[in-house]
């Protein structure tokens, strides 16, 4: 592990202010200054859990990215039926490691063809809804903390009711009235029941930031709430938020899974992990194919541990003082 | 005490009111007028006469305002929320509280023995990680409760399924598990547990690893303070300290969490009912959804955050019987 630059010859020891000798090597490591963000960056990447969990996750994004190449190389689309090939003589789907690499689904499809593109969704719904929820979040937070008064209670109840709103069957309410459906639906709605926890998160912080000195100094030059909130007070809250957002992706892909699972997700035949696992429920069709049932939940399952396991590092990394969520 | 219970319960009465709000606004308000309406709440099956009907009983027609208040306190015809009314299913032409008292045992003793198991299992788990930290029975419980926190439900519902229910009985011939169903308590009380032997694990597990790391951390924290510090040199056992001294303090932030997802629970758990098939309230929400059936909906959704409610309250007065150092004001 290097610290700074080393061996820049040209350059001057800054503690002795003589040009380094050339004998010396450890005199010509010029100490340099780490920021928050660069510590948190070189702690993040001596941690080998996160690292290989990196890796993981950026294989998934590769296979998400490359979908079309699967559908090419097998020659499969993604919603292409191949009711010859896919069924066997007694009207079952066609098992793995043949024709079809990870087995075909009930409509004779390509199972791998369809959970790299389902890869897409998750990926897609997971960073867009832990975004939303964390921009909500953040401005209710702000809002609430630092203008006080009726803003926090107001903000505090609507908290509150979100909380005491059971999520899953809400969600399931709405996306049945919106008539189901949408990428777009299912993030709104994630987003709408997730913001409460990282308003909370962010409000309590900026409480304390609030009072500080700096803060005081900014209002006596004239500068308003809002400049305060998002200029002044932001980004010391902003590594927070960075953390619950990463532990918020695993979050949403599991909860966009299981909306699909219920059938008010992502709409069919459109590819989509917990929708493949909820057609592999029905009618028992795990019971001979089991492949279809396990070939996605391994997906799904891979992904979200990843990502578990990257945000416990970036967790880490920011705070290691802190109890970290997993050894 | 009486105090810090009025102005909780008031408190919970407001959160209330403001689901109510939330969901009047989610269901009652639709910029394609009370046709659309009037279709959701007759379900997908309905008459052009029973919509005409329900615009007529729900005032559908009228200003906003008064739709609320029937809503809330009902029309000569029907009763509202307030008194205890939920309006009729007519999908299948039945009150909607009927159909909540029926699905209500069989989610309540889905969430009963589930909460049970999994607090064992987290409290245990927990406690024994926190007593040795960094050792290796820590790390292996820390490291199998990230296995099930990344865990989604119904993923590991189905698995248990697809191995202790279809290979179970098909390759090996041991009918342990079965597949789906539900018997009353109040008939077979061996049957009804043996049905629920699967979900309760999958419930259990998934929710469990929550509970392992929220335990070892509050037991940590505690542990490190000094009158555990004071108990220890009095000469108490270890397992005194721990258990009487030590886990006292450390239930308070797991008490808070027990409460809320118990409540949740009860609200519907509706994932693990969907996978073994048990028809709870979780379950008839999502059929209701199919059926376009909103006053199912409507009600499971009212009776569910009312649960969270009176679960959060019961939880703050459980926090001053655990910690003497909360007052209740």
């Not at chain 1, 900014?218 to 200029?231: E, K, T, V």
């Not at chain 1, 992502?266 to 279809?292: E, K, N, R």
């Not at chain 2, 046709?35 to 027609?61: F, S, V």
């Amino acid at each position: 592990m290097t610290i700074g630059n080393v061996g820049g010859a040209a350059e001057l020891d800054l503690v002795s202010g003589l040009p380094p000798v050339e004998e010396a090597p450890e005199a010509a490591k010029v100490i340099q200054g780490r920021g928050p963000w660069r510590l948190a960056f070189e702690r993040l990447r001596r941690d080998r859990a996160s690292v290989i969990s990196a890796v993981v996750i950026l294989l998934i994004i590769i296979c998400a990215a490359a979908a079309p190449v699967f559908a090419t190389i097998t020659g499969h689309g993604v919603n292409q039926q191949f009711r010859l090939i896919g069924e066997q003589s007694n009207g079952f789907p066609t098992g793995p490691f043949g024709k079809f690499p990870l087995g075909a689904d009930d409509q004779g499809r390509d199972v791998l063809v369809r959970l790299a593109y389902g890869a897409r969704v998750s990926l897609l719904v997971g960073v867009v809804t832990s975004a939303l929820t964390v921009a909500i979040g953040a401005v209710m937070g702000l809002m609430a903390g630092y203008l006080g008064r009726t803003v926090d209670s107001i903000i505090g109840r609507i908290i509150d009711v979100t909380l005491s709103i059971p999520f899953l069957l809400f969600a399931v309410a709405l996306a049945s009235v919106e008539g189901g459906g949408s990428v777009t639906l299912v993030v709104i709605v994630l987003a709408l029941f997730g913001w409460s926890s990282v308003a909370r998160i962010v409000r309590g912080q900026v409480l304390s930031i609030k009072e500080r000195e700096y803060i005081e100094a900014a209002r006596s030059l004239g500068a308003g709430s809002w400049r305060i909130m998002f200029i002044d007070i932001f980004p010391n809250v902003i590594a927070q938020v960075i953390v619950y957002a990463s532990l918020l992706i695993p979050l949403s892909i599991v909860s966009e899974a299981t909306l699909s699972y219920l059938g008010v997700g992502v709409q069919p035949p459109t590819a989509d992990w917990g929708a493949m696992i909820s057609a592999a429920q029905q009618g028992g069709l795990y019971q001979v194919a089991w492949w279809y049932l396990v070939f996605p939940s391994l997906a799904l399952l891979i992904t979200t541990l990843a990502f578990n396991i990257f945000g416990d590092g970036v967790r880490d990394a920011f705070d290691p003082r802190a109890d970290r969520l997993f050894v | 005490m009486a105090r810090f219970l009025v102005r909780r319960i008031l408190q919970g009465v407001l959160v209330m009111w403001l689901v109510t709000i939330a969901a009047f606004g989610l269901f009652f308000i639709d910029p394609n007028g009370p046709d659309d309406i009037a279709r959701r709440i007759g379900g997908k099956a309905a008459t052009p006469q029973l919509l005409h009907r329900i615009i007529e009983n729900y005032g559908l027609r009228q200003p906003l305002y008064k739709q609320y208040w029937h809503f809330l306190y009902g029309t000569p015809h029907r009763a509202g929320l307030l008194r205890g009314g939920l309006g009729t299913d007519y999908y299948f032409q039945i009150p909607v509280t009927h159909i909540l008292r029926d699905a209500a045992p069989i989610t309540f003793s889905l969430a009963l023995g589930a909460s049970i198991l999994w607090l064992l299992i987290g409290l245990a788990s927990g406690i024994l990680s926190a007593v040795r930290p960094r050792s290796f029975l820590d790390r292996f419980f820390t490291t199998i409760a990230l296995f099930f926190y990344s865990m989604p439900t119904f993923v590991l519902g189905l698995l248990l399924l697809l191995v202790f229910y279809f290979e179970f009985t098909t390759k090996l011939h041991l009918a342990w598990f079965p597949a789906a169903g539900y018997v009353d308590f109040t008939k077979n009380p061996l049957q009804w547990a043996h049905h629920l032997i699967l979900p309760w694990i999958t419930l259990a597990v998934v929710s469990a690893a929550a509970y392992t790391r929220l335990a070892r951390s509050s037991m940590l924290d505690v542990l490190g303070e000094d009158y555990i510090r004071t108990a220890r040199a009095k000469g108490l056992s270890e397992r005194r300290v721990v258990l009487r001294h030590g886990l006292r303090a450390a239930l308070t932030p797991i008490v808070t969490q027990f409460g809320i997802d118990v409540a949740v629970l009860i609200g519907g758990a509706v994932v693990t009912e969907q996978v073994f098939s048990l028809q709870g309230l979780g379950y008839n929400a999502v059929q209701a959804i199919q059926n376009q059936d909103l006053p199912v909906i409507l009600g499971i959704v009212i009776v569910a955050s009312l649960a969270v409610v009176v679960a959060n309250i019961v939880v703050d007065i459980i926090y001053a019987v655990l910690d003497p150092r909360v007052r209740l004001t």
